[in-house]
């Protein structure tokens, strides 16, 4: 009881107002408090590390988070605006993130050939996939996921079977549509980062979870967007909803949605090392069980 409590009152204060942000692409855009020059990041001591999708579709959206590290660890005295480069063949562009207890991300759209991201001496390559997507829609026949995915309507992993998607994957989705798991989908650890974002601007709806879900260094952006599955005080679309569910999140960055991070309906929910940041809300739990390490809410409107 004492967790859920906690846990309870941590998630109400992600939904309070929060006026400053980092400089983030579409579609969510937290009003910016002007706090002077960007901070130096190249501090003594101070490393970063750079964690991004190793490879993108053009034109989709898609993360950077930033950490900044020393002696191994998040240097949580990190705190204010940095300064990140962006680099193609043919041009930078500088970005200011807005950094929290060492943290911090931003939302890029894809461009044509590899990006670089740099900060403090660290780099990370987003190569461009220029594969043709796999369509699905309906009712899953096959349970294994792998390359550039494209949902075009509703998904339903069956009760009994298990969606497995391999490390690395893209999975873009259209307007308002989402998955439903009434078995089970689990994202393997080990691996590039597995993305979950819309097809164009317009917002995906998110993951509805009856059975079972597992999601590792997984990130979601631009979900939450149908209100037809509003869920709680905030009338939002959770990007991640569990009814009655067992639900595991490790290394998931969710950011930049017009829904909710999280919901649940009963269930038991563990969450280590994740980040949530420009949403609606944080998240709404009901009669839920709720584990949380070492994650972090930030930047809500």
């Known amino acids: 009881m004492t967790r859920l409590l906690i846990a309870s009152l941590l998630l109400s204060l992600a939904c309070g107002d ?32 750079i964690s991004a999708p190793a490879g993108v579709s053009p034109d989709l959206l898609h993360p950077v988070v930033i950490y900044a590290m020393a002696g191994g660890t998040l240097d949580t005295s990190a705190s204010g605006d940095f300064t990140v480069e962006v680099s193609n063949a043919d041009s930078t562009v500088t970005h200011r993130v807005r950094v929290r207890r060492g943290i911090g991300s931003m939302t890029l759209r894809k461009g044509v050939g590899e990006s670089v991201v740099e900060i403090g001496g660290a780099r990370r390559a987003v190569q461009l996939l220029d594969a043709a997507p796999t369509v699905v829609a309906g009712e899953l026949t096959g349970f294994s996921w792998s390359g550039v995915i494209q949902v075009d309507a509703n998904v339903t992993v069956p009760a009994g079977e298990t969606l497995v ?13 989402s998955i439903i798991v009434d078995g089970a989908i689990e994202v393997a650890p080990g691996g590039p980062m597995t993305l979950f974002t819309s097809i164009n601007d317009e917002p995906w709806g998110g993951i509805v979870v009856n059975g079972s879900a597992a999601f590792h260094n997984a990130a ?12 709680g005080h905030s009338g939002s679309q959770p990007v991640i909803f569990g009814e009655s569910a067992t639900v595991t999140l490790r290394d998931v960055v969710i950011q930049d949605g017009p829904g909710k991070a999280l919901g649940a309906r009963g269930g038991v929910w563990s969450i280590e090392g994740s980040l949530f940041t420009r949403l609606d809300t944080g998240g709404e739990f009901e009669r839920a069980e709720l584990n949380i390490t070492g994650s972090q809410w930030m930047d809500f409107p």
């Open 18 to 49: 929060d006026t400053s942000a980092g400089d983030v692409g579409p579609p969510r855009d937290v009003p910016r408090v002007d706090v002077g020059p960007p901070m130096d990041a190249s501090v003594p001591g101070r490393t970063w590390e």
């Open 165 to 177: 998607i391999e490390p690395g994957t893209v999975v873009m989705t259209a307007l308002d549509r």
């Open 220 to 231: 979601f952006v631009n979900g939450g967007g149908n209100e037809g599955r509003a869920f």
